[in-house]
């Protein structure tokens, strides 16, 4: 067993093409966070398997699929922080030594004509005509191939540090709402009137939360 395993975590190296499969297509934001990812594994030298690896992720863009497929860090193993600042910024923790990497974009996209600014513009108002999509996905492509193609230090400010590593996953037990009666993690629940309740009831609905 012991060699069998070795063996799957020498072979299991994701691609581009993995990711792309993942995501559902290929893009600008999708590449950067390929790149982001390779330098990453570049530096630490390993992809977790369960939570060997730590990624801390500024934005909830097309980039972070590429983190999750190929670092192995993902929500559902815990080994995935969200920090809403809208930053193009990556932080890869290694657990057992605390090592990290971080990971700043700096690249810039090439100047854009003028027919795809204003292409971008009937875009971005709902124009997904033939003609507006050719030139959209155009510029998208050739800004895709010059991130795959460009150098480390033309992508990337990096910071190399140490880090207090953040606590493994923990599995709790789940209460039912006395409101809802939908389960609840215990930590998330609320008490009101001596009721044990959910943070939605607790706000006054149920209902599931705005987009």
């Not at 992809?47 to 690896?53: F, I, K, L, S």
């Amino acid at each position: 067993m012991k060699k069998i395993w070795f063996l799957y975590k020498i072979y299991d190296v994701k691609t581009l093409d993995d990711v792309i499969e993942f995501h559902g297509h290929v893009c600008p934001g999708l590449a950067m966070g390929y790149r982001v990812s390779m330098f990453a594994l570049k530096e630490l030298g390993e992809r977790a398997e369960d939570e060997e690896v730590v990624a801390i992720v500024e934005n909830d863009s097309c980039a972070v699929d590429a983190v999750q497929v190929m670092l192995g860090c993902t929500f559902g193993k815990g080994n995935l922080i969200f920090r809403d600042y809208g930053k193009q910024v990556y932080t890869f923790v290694k657990r057992q030594t605390g090592e990290a990497v971080r990971v700043s974009v700096k690249w810039v996209s090439p100047d854009e004509t003028e027919e795809e600014k204003a292409a971008w513009e009937r875009y971005m108002e709902g124009d997904h005509s033939e003609a507006i999509l050719r030139i959209v996905h155009s510029r998208k492509s050739k800004k895709t191939e010059a991130i795959l193609k460009a150098r480390d230090e033309e992508l990337f400010d990096v910071t190399r540090l140490k880090m207090h590593v953040p606590k493994e996953t923990k599995i709790y037990p789940s209460a039912r709402c006395a409101i809802c009666g939908e389960k609840v993690m215990e930590p998330k629940t609320r008490i009101k009137d001596g009721k044990v309740i959910c943070i939605p009831c607790f706000k006054g609905s149920a209902a599931p939360a705005e987009l």
